[in-house]
C-alpha cells in the first residue's frame, strides 16, 4: 500500500511540474496524499520524498505561481498603456487639426479683406458708370441744342426764293451763326469730358474684374481649407474612437480571462500552504502514524485547515503580489473648448462646413453687399459672389465599441423557482446582442446586482427599489459595468450554483451575461478583436505573444 501511495505521490509531484492545466487536480491529489500518509504513516522513502516535495512546492511550484502573476500583471499594464500612446496620438493629430483651422482662418480673413477692397472698387466703378452716363446725357443734350440751332440755320437759309444778300436777312443770321459756334464749343467740350470718362470707366471696370477674380479664388481656397479642416477632424476623431474601441475590447477581455486566473492562482496558493503544511506534519513525525485514538489525525489536518482563511492580499499572513491591479479604462478626453484651441488631448469638435447655414453666416453673413438688378443708370451693376460649393458628405464619428471576445448568457437564477428552458446557456456573437449584469467578485465569493455606478433604479413590483441597476447591454458593457467595480463577469458554473440568486434587481430568471464557465484560452478570445484592431500599432494581433514574452522576461520568483 505505502508502495502505491509512493507512486501516486511521486506522479502528483511530477504533474505539479508539466503546466498550468495540471495544476489544480495535481495540488487536490496531493492534498489527499499528504492526508492519507498522516493517517497511516510512510515508509523513510516516502518521508524522503515529502522533503523534496516541500523543497519542489517552495522553490518551483509557488514561484511558476508567482511568476504567471507578474507576467499578468504586466501584460495588464501593458494592455493599459495602449490608451496612453492612443491620447499622446490624439494630440500628434490635434497638431494637424490645430495647423489647418490657423491655415483656415487666415485664408477667412484675406477673403473678407479682399472682398473689401472689391466693394470698394464696385463703388468706385459704380460712381464713374454714373458719371460717364452724367456726361453723356450733358453731351446728348448740348448737342440735342446745337441740333435745333442747326435746324433753324437750314430753314433760314435753305427755303425757296430765299435772297442772302439782302442786308436784313444778314442782319438775322449773324447771331443765329455765332450762337451756333458758341454751341459747337459746348458739344466738343461735353465730348471730350464724355471721351476723358469712358477709359476711366474701363480702367475701373478692370481693376474690379481683377479684384473679383482673386476674390473668388480666395473664396474657393478658403472653402477647400475649410473642407480640408473638417475632414481632418472627421479623420482624428475616426482613428481615436476605433483604436479606443479596439484596445477596450482587448483589455475587457484580458481582464476577464485574468481575473479568473487570479482567482485559481489564489485558490492554488491556499491550497498549498495547506499541503505545505500537511507535508512539515509528515516530515515531523517522521513516517508515524499520528495517534488515531485521541484524535491526532483530525487535530493535525484541522490545524492545516485553517490556512483556507488565510487573507491572500495581505501582506502579513498571505502573498500581495496573487492579487492584481486593475486600472479602469480611462473616460474619452473632453472635447477641446474652442476650434483655435484643439491642442494637446482633447477631442476636435466637428465645424460648420461650407454651405451651411452657420458656415455661410459666419464667413460671408458680414460680407459687403453686392448691387442687385434690376440695373440702371442710377443702380449699375457689380461683379456677383460665386455659389459656395459644399464639402463631400462628412458623418461625424461617434463611439462605439468593436466586437469583442465572446459572450453568453444565461438564466440569472437556476436554484430558485426556474423553470425548464428558462434561458438556457446561449453563446451570443453579435455585436448588438443584450442581457442584463450580474458581477462575481474575483474570488468568487459574492455576487453584485445592483449599485454600480451609472446603472438606472428599478421599482420593485412590490413597492421596494433597487438601485443602479444594469438592464439590456452588450457583452462589452457588462464587461466594463463589472470591471469598473472591481469584479468579473460571473462564471456559467457560478450561475449554476445559485450564487448570484436574490441579489437584486429582480434579474432572477432574465438573461444575465455569463462567460463559458471555463478559463479558456484567452488567446483565442482577443484574436476576435484583431480582424478590427488595425489601428493600433497592428492591432491586438499579438498581444498574448507580449504575454508571453513578458513572461519569459519575468524575474525568477525565489
Known amino acids: 500500500m505505502r508502495a502505491l501511495l509512493f507512486a501516486t505521490t511521486l506522479g502528483t509531484a511530477q504533474s505539479l511540474a508539466v503546466g498550468a492545466k495540471s495544476k489544480k487536480p495535481a495540488i487536490q491529489a496531493l492534498m489527499e496524499s499528504a492526508t492519507t500518509m498522516l493517517k497511516n504513516g510512510a515508509t523513510p522513502a516516502v518521508v524522503d520524498f515529502a522533503e ?7 522553490d518551483v511550484v509557488i514561484p511558476a505561481i508567482l511568476n504567471e502573476s507578474i507576467s499578468d500583471q504586466q501584460f495588464i499594464r ?13 494630440a500628434d493629430n490635434n497638431q494637424e487639426v490645430f495647423t489647418l483651422n490657423a491655415e483656415e482662418q487666415t485664408l477667412s480673413g484675406e477673403h473678407k479683406g479682399c472682398r473689401d477692397i472689391e466693394a470698394e472698387r464696385c463703388q468706385g466703378k459704380r460712381e464713374c458708370e454714373m458719371e460717364m452716363y452724367r456726361r453723356w446725357t450733358s453731351w446728348v443734350t448740348e448737342e440735342g441744342e446745337l441740333r435745333e440751332i442747326h435746324d433753324w440755320i437750314a430753314g433760314h437759309f435753305c427755303p425757296p426764293g430765299t435772297n442772302g444778300t439782302l442786308h436784313t436777312f444778314r442782319v438775322q443770321s449773324v447771331p443765329r451763326m455765332e450762337q451756333y459756334m458758341a454751341q459747337k464749343l459746348v458739344v466738343d467740350q461735353a465730348e471730350v469730358h464724355y471721351d476723358i470718362q469712358v477709359p476711366i470707366c474701363n480702367d475701373a471696370h478692370l481693376h474690379l474684374d481683377q479684384q473679383s477674380a482673386a476674390c473668388n479664388s480666395l473664396q474657393t481656397q478658403l472653402e477647400e481649407k475649410a473642407c480640408a479642416h473638417a475632414q481632418k477632424i472627421n479623420d482624428v476623431l475616426n482613428t481615436y474612437y476605433n483604436d479606443f474601441a479596439s484596445a477596450e475590447s482587448a483589455y475587457h477581455c484580458a481582464v476577464q480571462e485574468i481575473m479568473e486566473l487570479e482567482r485559481d492562482r489564489k485558490r492554488e496558493w491556499i ?31 484541522g490545524v492545516c485547515e485553517e490556512r483556507h482563511g488565510l487573507a491572500v492580499c495581505s501582506a502579513e499572513e498571505g502573498e500581495p503580489r496573487l492579487c492584481l491591479e486593475y486600472p479602469a479604462v480611462p473616460e474619452h478626453p473632453p472635447f477641446c473648448p474652442a476650434r483655435d484651441q484643439v491642442i494637446g488631448i482633447c477631442r476636435p469638435t466637428p465645424n460648420p462646413t461650407p454651405c451651411c447655414g452657420a458656415w455661410e453666416e459666419l464667413e460671408y453673413g458680414e460680407l459687403p453687399p453686392v448691387p442687385l438688378p434690376p440695373f440702371s443708370e442710377i443702380n449699375p451693376g457689380c461683379n456677383a459672389y460665386p455659389a459656395c460649393v459644399h464639402c463631400p458628405e462628412i458623418v461625424t464619428p461617434e463611439p462605439h465599441a468593436m466586437d469583442s471576445c465572446p459572450g453568453y448568457t444565461v438564466d440569472g437564477c437556476l436554484t430558485s423557482n426556474a423553470e425548464a428552458g428558462e434561458h438556457p446557456l446561449t453563446f451570443v456573437r453579435d455585436l448588438g446582442g443584450t442581457a442584463d449584469v450580474r458581477c462575481c467578485s474575483i474570488d468568487g465569493d459574492s455576487c453584485q446586482s445592483q449599485d454600480f455606478e451609472g446603472g438606472v433604479d ?48 429582480w434579474h432572477n430568471h432574465h438573461a444575465i451575461w455569463v462567460d463559458s464557465g471555463e478559463v479558456s484560452d484567452a488567446r483565442a478570445a482577443t484574436a476576435i478583436v484583431a480582424q478590427g484592431a488595425a489601428g493600433i500599432q497592428g492591432g ?3 498581444i498574448w505573444e507580449d504575454r508571453d514574452q513578458l513572461s519569459q522576461d519575468a524575474p525568477q520568483q525565489d
Not at 52 to 57: A, D, K, R, W
Not at 482 to 505: F, L, P, V
Open 78 to 90: 501593458s494592455l493599459y498603456s495602449r490608451f496612453e500612446a492612443i491620447r499622446a496620438t490624439l
Open 52 to 58: 523534496e516535495t516541500l523543497g519542489e512546492i517552495g
Open 458 to 505: 428599478f421599482l420593485t413590483p412590490n413597492g421596494g427599489t433597487h438601485t443602479q441597476c444594469y438592464f439590456g447591454v452588450t457583452y462589452q458593457e457588462a464587461m466594463a459595468v463589472c470591471h469598473s467595480a472591481g469584479k468579473r463577469i460571473c462564471s456559467n458554473d457560478e450561475m449554476q450554483e445559485g450564487t448570484c440568486c436574490n441579489t437584486g434587481c
Open 540 to 542: 491586438t494581433a499579438g
Open 271 to 301: 491550497t498549498l500552504q495547506v499541503v505545505n503544511c500537511l507535508l512539515e506534519r509528515v516530515r515531523e513525525q517522521n513516517g508515524v502514524p499520528c495517534d488515531t485514538a485521541n484524535g491526532g489525525v483530525t487535530e493535525e489536518v
